[in-house]
């Protein structure tokens, strides 16, 4: 389904000088309740064999009467019949008829342009390869009429003979219009058990959709009929009082029914008793080869849309990007009334829904993984296990209905639409434990890394809050660390950093176990992991007491100290900044061999804001190991500024130093959502932000000392 918002009232402005090939919508913006009608000039009939002129389009004023040509007979280029304005495009369709090339039986789809484009069917439509009158309505009669239901089904009524046919061996298609492709779904023949003619001209069709069937007219009695599309059979609704056959229903901009009769009188048409009543005359209106089509014809809605809401209330406002699944699961709008299911269908890609053609009263929107099916009670209303709903409102505006459950209670007027009925969901962010392999205890106050947690959300691709919910007992097992301090039991991390969380096992064989969970912007809550850090006390070459580190006069001073040594020969020392490896940057000659306390030092004249440092010791064998790593953070302040704060497509970012470039940068939106990223080397940056849409960003760059900075700036 094509998204368009439906208004109550409509007016099409159309274009007479045209210079483009293709077809274009029209457009409707308001009402004078009007219908298109299409007609053909002049015909000719030579024996049995009838060829009509090629029409023209014209617009009638159903209050006054005017008749304006907007597409002229040259620019259609063909006869057509079987007009119909589709709803869910916005452009006209008709079938050509008695054409003298064309013949009968080809679709086309007419724009504001009056340029047309032919539509192929699969099926076909029935046709024929003749202008012979006889031939045709010995098989029953040629495209008279057409109409559009509410769910992009074009009927074709076939069941117009220019001869007295006789017997309803007449047929009605349905026809489902696809992108640019049309595809028969059914044929019937037209029967009518009550009716007392053998006689059926049905001259014109509308669809109704308060009672789901096609009013039809029959020019051998002038009596109004209802046509029920899957069966075929008529069903009298009664008489009219007027003479002239009629030529064309339609409904104006309100939903009214219209008729026009060939002698170019307008009337108002009670679909319930049948009674039409006089309303305007139109003048020079030729009445061959006619057919008339509601104009812009716009029913009583329910629409709305379906949001990822990252941030779910905290805004207190249902709004997201908009989406057609949960994750991998399709979402699908159900309309409910009194439990039971009145119609369903699936999202379009951007989340939208939209019921059409509804009655005034009192309706349940529902959204679930499972379609409803219609006449049936409402399906049990699924969401994927790793999603929640976050909130429902009826409006753009703050607000919520208090109790998010994919469902809202609408009750609408006819005539008045309700748009904006909204739903918010949430996928649950997840985290994943681990236990690590065995590795040797270090022994003395030693902390080792703690290897990287693994957690992740389906919205954010930053997510970086963590939980640390249980840690085991530090004085049986060890202590848990986070940037040189203990972690204590439900700390909460923010903007998390791997590399600053450590661990010192006591001594001997020991498992350092503790549990984790994130949370995203929305203040969902993930499973709860658990992480085992198992360690073995083995008899090592170096009993490590400590190892430290300090910024110290502008430079890193490192220290560490045994309490014995067997056979060791030298110690490595390794850096590394947050986004490179370590390297060595220095060794020192060991004691070798000693049963007392040994102390060592080591400076680093290159100071970062934040560095790592990793001991390795080696044996005379050339076997090394870990000893620990430290985190040293220096006074290096980094001062970030951006201009202009409001920007069309550039940005400059500024830094006042660069020791520890490159960092890295995201851009949010007002929601939080991340629309680019990437890193600045240099101390001044051009940022593009010409893509973006115009609104409230920020500027979020990663420092190595801070953590990150935000600042903000709006595009204009």
């Known amino acids: 389904m094509i998204k368009f918002m439906l208004s109550a009232y409509f007016m099409c402005s159309i274009l007479t000088n045209v210079f483009s090939q293709a077809p274009t919508p029209f457009t409707c913006v308001d009402s004078d309740g009007f219908g298109y009608y299409t007609s053909s000039a002049n015909s000719s009939l ?82 024929f390869s003749t202008n012979d009158v006889l031939t045709i309505d010995a098989a029953g009669g040629n495209i008279s009429s057409a109409t559009f239901d509410l769910d992009n089904h074009y009927y074709v009524n076939t069941s117009f003979a ?6 309803f061996t007449n047929k009605l298609q349905t026809i489902e219009i696809i992108n640019n492709t049309a595809v028969v779904e059914k044929t019937v023949t037209l029967t009518c058990p009550t009716c007392n003619t053998d006689k059926l001209r049905v001259t014109d069709i509308s669809f109704d959709e308060a009672t789901g069937l096609i009013l039809g007219s029959n020019k051998e009695t002038n009596k109004l009929y209802q046509i029920n599309p899957s069966t075929g059979e008529l069903t009298e609704v009664g008489s009219t009082s007027i003479i002239s056959p009629i030529l064309g229903i339609y409904k104006n901009g309100d939903g009214n029914v219209r008729a026009i009769s060939e002698d170019g009188n307008i009337y108002s048409v009670n679909s319930t008793s049948g009674a039409f009543t006089f309303l305007s005359t139109s ?53 409910i009334q009194e439990g039971v299911v009145l119609k369903s269908d699936v999202l379009t890609a951007d989340g939208y829904y939209q019921f059409i053609g509804l009655s005034s009263g009192d309706y349940e929107v529902q959204l679930s993984s499972s379609r409803g099916k219609i006449g049936l009670g409402a399906p049990v209303q699924d969401l994927p296990s790793d999603y929640v709903w976050t909130g429902d409102n009826i409006g753009t505006s703050v607000g919520n209905d208090a109790s ?47 290897p990287e947690l693994t957690f992740s959300d389906p919205e954010e691709t930053n997510i970086s809050n ?15 660390y986070y940037d040189g301090i203990a972690v204590t039991q439900g700390q909460v991390i923010p903007n998390y950093n791997y590399d600053l969380l450590t661990v010192d096992p006591i001594d001997g064989n020991v498992t350092v176990t503790f549990t984790f969970y994130t949370t ?51 110690f490595i020392i390794e850096k590394r900044s947050v986004s490179g490896d370590f390297e060595e940057i220095g060794r020192i000659a060991s004691d070798g061999k000693s049963s007392s306390l040994v102390k060592y030092s080591f400076v680093d004249n290159e100071v970062l804001s934040l560095a790592y440092y990793r001991l390795l010791q080696v044996d005379i064998d050339g076997a090394s190991k870990t000893c620990g790593v430290v985190a040293i953070q220096s006074k290096v302040d980094v001062t970030i500024s951006i201009y202009p704060t409001l920007a069309t497509d550039h940005i400059a970012v500024e830094l006042s130093d660069q020791s520890d470039a490159p960092y890295q ?51 204009i």
């Open 520 to 570: 995203d912007m929305a203040d969902l809550r993930s499973n709860i992991s658990t992480v085992e850090l198992p360690f073995s006390s083995v008899v090592l070459p170096v009993e490590l007491v400590d190892f430290t580190g300090r910024n110290i006069g502008g430079e890193n001073i490192l220290k560490w100290s045994t309490a014995s040594e067997i056979n060791n020969d030298y």
């Open 404 to 450: 998010p459950n994919g469902r809202q209670n609408v009750t609408i007027s006819m005539g008045q639409d309700e748009v904006e009925v909204n739903f918010g969901i949430n996928g649950i962010p997840k985290t994943s434990g681990y236990r690590a392999p065995t590795q040797d205890n270090p022994n003395g106050n030693v902390q080792v890394s703690v």
């Open 46 to 127: 030579s024996g049995s064999v009838l060829t009509y002129s090629s029409s023209r389009l014209s617009k009638i004023t159903t209050a006054t009467g005017n008749r304006v040509t907007i597409c002229n007979a040259n620019t259609i280029g063909t006869a057509l019949n079987g007009l119909a304005f589709n709803l869910h495009d916005q452009y006209l369709y008709a079938v050509s008829r008695y054409d003298a090339t064309d013949f009968s039986g080809k679709l086309y789809r007419i724009g504001e342009n009056c340029q047309k484009m032919e539509i192929p069917v699969i099926g076909p439509i029935i046709k």
């Open 283 to 335: 003048t020079t209106l030729n009445s061959g080869n006619a057919d008339a089509a509601s104009g812009c014809y716009a029913p009583t809605s329910i629409s709305g849309n379906l949001f990822i809401d990252a941030n779910g209330l905290t805004d207190n406002t249902v709004n997201g990007i908009g989406t057609s699944a949960a994750g991998s699961v399709t979402m699908y709008a159900n309309l």
């Open 162 to 167: 220019n001869q007295a046919s006789t017997g």
């Open 466 to 480: 963590i939980t640390i919910e249980l840690v085991s007992n530090s004085a049986t097992t060890g202590t848990l």
């Open 665 to 715: 940068y995201q851009i949010m939106d007002w929601n939080g959502r991340t629309v680019g990223m990437g890193s600045i080397d240099d101390l001044q940056t051009q940022l593009d932000i010409s893509d973006l849409n115009n609104g409230v960003y920020y500027l979020k760059v990663m420092t190595l000392k801070e953590g990150s900075k935000s600042m903000r700036f709006i595009k």
